[in-house]
C-alpha cells in the first residue's frame, strides 16, 4: 500500500509559477514510478508526467511545450511538480499517482492516488 497526499495548489496569476508536492508513506517510495495528473471540470483525468524510480527517466505529455517539471527526493519520499507560465487552462485538480504498470500515461495503469489538489489560474 502506498498513501499519497499533494499540497501545494491555490490560486495564481496568469503567468505565474507554481510548485507541487507529494507525500508518499507504506511501501517503498523509492521502489514506485510516480506520475501527476489533473482533471479539469467536465474533463478526462490528463496524464502531465511520469517519473522513474531513480529519477533518471521522466515522461511528459506533449501539450505541457516544457513548462512543467517532474523531479523526486526519495530521501523525504517526495514527488514534485513544477509548473511554470501557468496559463488559465491549467485551473485543475492535480493527483499524483504511483505504482503503474502498462503505458504508464493512462489513468487506468495507477493502482495508487492522493485526494488532489486545487490548482486555480486567474486570468
Same mark, same amino acid.
Given at each position: 500500500?502506498?498513501q499519497? &497526499?499533494?499540497?501545494?495548489g491555490?490560486?495564481v496569476?496568469a503567468?505565474d509559477?507554481?510548485?507541487l508536492s507529494?507525500a508518499?508513506?507504506? =511501501? &517503498?517510495? +523509492?521502489?514506485t514510478?510516480?506520475?501527476? #495528473?489533473r482533471?479539469?471540470p467536465?474533463k478526462?483525468?490528463e #496524464?502531465? &508526467?511520469?517519473? +522513474?524510480?531513480?529519477?533518471t527517466? =521522466? %515522461? %511528459?505529455?506533449?501539450s505541457?511545450k516544457?513548462?512543467?517539471?517532474? +523531479? =523526486?527526493?526519495n530521501? $523525504?519520499?517526495t514527488v514534485?511538480?513544477?509548473m511554470?507560465?501557468? $496559463?488559465?487552462?491549467d485551473?485543475?485538480?492535480y %493527483?499524483c &499517482?504511483?505504482d503503474p504498470?502498462? +503505458?504508464? =500515461?493512462?489513468a487506468?495503469?495507477?493502482a495508487?492516488? *492522493?485526494? *488532489?489538489t486545487?490548482v486555480?489560474?486567474?486570468s
Amino acid at each position: 500500500q502506498v498513501q499519497l &497526499a499533494e499540497s501545494g495548489g491555490g490560486l495564481v496569476q496568469a503567468g505565474d509559477s507554481l510548485t507541487l508536492s507529494c507525500a508518499a508513506s507504506g =511501501r &517503498a517510495f +523509492s521502489n514506485t514510478p510516480m506520475a501527476w #495528473f489533473r482533471q479539469a471540470p467536465g474533463k478526462e483525468r490528463e #496524464f502531465l &508526467a511520469a517519473i +522513474s524510480t531513480g529519477g533518471t527517466s =521522466r %515522461y %511528459y505529455a506533449d501539450s505541457l511545450k516544457g513548462r512543467f517539471t517532474i +523531479s =523526486r527526493d526519495n530521501a $523525504k519520499n517526495t514527488v514534485y511538480l513544477q509548473m511554470n507560465d501557468l $496559463k488559465p487552462e491549467d485551473t485543475a485538480v492535480y %493527483y499524483c &499517482a504511483g505504482d503503474p504498470e502498462g +503505458s504508464w =500515461r493512462a489513468a487506468t495503469d495507477y493502482a495508487y492516488w *492522493g485526494q *488532489g489538489t486545487q490548482v486555480t489560474v486567474a486570468s
